[in-house]
């Protein structure tokens, strides 16, 4: 069964330091995502990704923030400066076509991020 | 914003027991859907409720979507151990193009065995 993918599993950081979260979406989705869910809270939405240019971000997801699809299958999540409050796990997910009857979202598994 | 919220924030209940979480958004939803997170893993899709009033019925789960279009519940009949885990409801508020998905706060279930 497809499945998204998510490098790396960990990341530890310097506060101050950039970082790049790597997501691979299943080849055949058009919507890519990113969330983030800090330890034993909910997941929360940061942005929204097609046809190579953000269709919706939150308010979490300021200038420090940017999403990139670089080569057709990878996509990016990079923090520019890390802060102490960026240290969450961030879940890449993607889904089908714009007129789907389902939207289902199928999640990564996730990349720890802790800022130090 | 738009708000979602559930209840309860925990249950523990003896194996076999039923469990239920209620979800209640403050804005009209499009559609709502049902995650089941596993401790340590990442939201998995469990289905999705477009319809005012529906119902549908996995095995043992039963999810209802409200007739207003802004709750929703999930009910678990004779809880098994392999049902552990948080459940999130998560609420869009469009029928087309990128889903936005507003999560609720979770309900973490564990199991007695």
């Known amino acids: 069964e497809p499945e998204v993918t998510q490098t790396p599993s960990h990341q530890v950081t310097q506060m101050g330091q950039e970082v790049i979260l790597r997501c691979v979406p299943i080849?055949?989705?058009?919507?890519f995502y990113w969330y983030r869910q800090i330890l034993g809270q909910k997941v929360e939405f940061l942005v929204s990704?097609?046809?190579?240019?953000?269709?919706?971000k939150s308010e979490i997801f300021d200038d420090q923030f940017s999403v990139e699809r670089p080569d057709g299958s990878n996509f990016t999540l990079k923090i520019r400066s890390t802060k102490l409050e960026d240290s969450a796990m961030y879940f890449c997910?993607?889904?089908?076509?714009?007129?789907?009857?389902?939207?289902?979202?199928?999640f990564g598994p996730g990349t720890r991020l802790t800022v130090t | 914003g738009q708000q979602v919220m559930q209840i309860p924030q925990y249950q523990h209940v003896q194996e076999g027991e039923d469990f239920t979480t209620y979800c209640n958004s403050s804005t009209t939803l499009s559609n709502i859907q049902w995650y089941k997170q596993r401790p340590g893993g990442h939201p998995v899709f469990l289905i999705q409720?477009?319809?005012?009033?529906e119902v549908k019925k996995q095995k043992r789960l039963t999810f209802q979507f409200g007739e207003a279009k802004k709750n929703s519940s999930l009910h678990i009949t004779a809880t098994q151990t392999t049902d552990v885990g948080t459940y999130f409801c998560a609420g869009s508020r469009f029928h087309f193009g990128n889903e936005k998905l507003t999560f609720g706060t979770g309900t973490r279930l564990t199991i007695i065995p």
């Open positions: 997910a993607s889904s089908e076509a714009l007129l789907a009857a389902n939207y289902e979202q199928y």
């Open positions: 409720l477009v319809k005012s009033g």
């Open positions: 080849s055949n989705h058009l919507y």
């Open positions: 990704f097609y046809n190579n240019e953000i269709s919706e």
